[in-house]
């Protein structure tokens, strides 16, 4: 079968990985780049390769040649983005977060349905091994039925060097990083009917808040703690670590720093190592999400040519969007939030 042709749009800090990753998709390529900034336009271009290039995303579309976008701008432009490749019948994928408002989310979900057009929203941390390996061990039924789960990722790393526009929104932490935590928290212990966060600024140089506590009670009626800080100074720093804990009926899991899983049920314990792949184009500390950013394209390119829905969809990030909607809103109003009468 003839491989797809893909075109990216945006061609920043994080279009590197992406890059690097559908170099070693099987079954897709990328034939053109699209960035308004000539200087991004150019590196990438030539770091791989690639010579369509365009500074005006209408342009490319009008163009043609390719079967599917990968969107990998910041979320001022998601949505314009998103509906450009509905009208022009191109599956899309966008970055997250997805949308700036969840009626924008919603919107984008629709244009796309209605063109019959596929979309997926890169939410990568699911995909990442160790998150695989603790969603493996519970479908494996080594606890039972989890009523309980802590989903962690506490850190001082300074991710604003590389992404400096991080320290210059009115929403940080929750919007960029805990709409991964929020998502794993549902890909582990399902969909969320109830939502209460607290949320604290440390950091004076920066805008946004940078620690978010925030308490989740699932639909199966399991209860789940989600804590995210980038105001956390530890001797060994963990980024990017998600750590899990989860209490089941007939056992635990622990996703420990150092991605150490240790399961313990009736039969004993036992302890795995499942770190992640250091990819060739890897580097540490940031291997665990670029390994997940070349699981999550090859299942684009595998769901799409089955013409399967993605794990993570548009439809099914609209429930993990509304988490973050709803944690600002808890925060702000300090009160606890229906998330189902959001969707
Ligand atoms: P960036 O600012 O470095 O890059 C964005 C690029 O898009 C810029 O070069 C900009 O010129 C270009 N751009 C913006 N609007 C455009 C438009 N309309 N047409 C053409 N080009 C346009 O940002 P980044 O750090 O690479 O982040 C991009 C996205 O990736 C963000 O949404 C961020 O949250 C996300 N991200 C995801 C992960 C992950 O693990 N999934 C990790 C880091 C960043
Ligand atoms: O933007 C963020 C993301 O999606 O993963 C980590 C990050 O790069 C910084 O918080």
């Not at 998709?25 to 990328?30: K, Q, R, S, T």
Request: hydrophobic share 40%; charged share 25%.
């Amino acid at each position: 079968m003839t491989g797809l042709k893909g075109a990216l749009i945006g061609c920043g800090f994080f279009a590197i990985n992406q890059m690097h990753a559908w170099n070693d998709v099987d079954g897709a390529e990328i034939v053109a780049v699209c960035d308004r900034d000539p200087e991004r336009l150019k590196l990438v271009g030539d770091q791989f390769g690639v010579e369509r290039r365009y500074s005006d995303a209408e342009t490319m579309f009008a163009d043609g040649g390719f079967d599917f976008v990968d969107i990998a701008t910041t979320v001022q432009s998601h949505r314009a983005l998103v509906e450009m490749a509905a009208r022009n019948k191109i599956p899309a994928i966008c970055q997250k977060p997805f949308a700036k408002t969840l009626d924008d989310a919603k919107a984008m979900v629709e244009a796309c349905r209605a063109a019959g057009v596929a979309l997926m929203v890169h939410e990568n941390f699911r995909w990442q091994t160790p998150i695989q390996a603790v969603r493996k061990a519970l479908d494996a039924g080594a606890i039972g039925t989890p009523f309980w789960g802590r989903f962690s990722f506490r850190s001082g790393y300074d991710v604003f060097s590389g992404q400096p526009y991080l320290a210059e929104g009115e929403r940080f932490i929750i919007e960029d990083l805990g709409i991964h935590t929020l998502d794993i928290a549902r890909y582990i212990l399902g969909d969320v009917s109830a939502l209460t966060a607290r949320t604290k600024r440390v950091n004076p140089g920066i805008k946004g808040e940078d620690v978010a506590t925030i308490l989740l009670d699932h639909v199966n009626g399991a209860t789940s703690v989600v804590d995210v800080s980038y105001a956390t100074k530890l001797s060994k720093e963990p980024f990017p670590e998600t750590l899990i804990e989860l209490d089941g009926s007939e056992g635990t899991i622990r996703l420990s720093q150092g991605y150490g899983l240790e399961i313990t049920n009736g039969r004993g314990t036992t302890v795995m190592d499942v770190s992640p792949k250091l990819l060739s184009w890897a580097s540490r500390p940031w291997h665990n999400i670029q390994e997940s950013v070349y699981a999550i394209e090859q299942h684009w390119v595998d769901q799409l040519r089955r013409g399967a829905e993605h794990s993570t969809s548009g439809a099914d990030n609209l429930k993990t969007f509304a988490l973050v909607e709803a944690a600002y809103d808890s925060a702000a109003r300090g009160q606890t939030i229906d998330v189902r009468a959001m969707l």
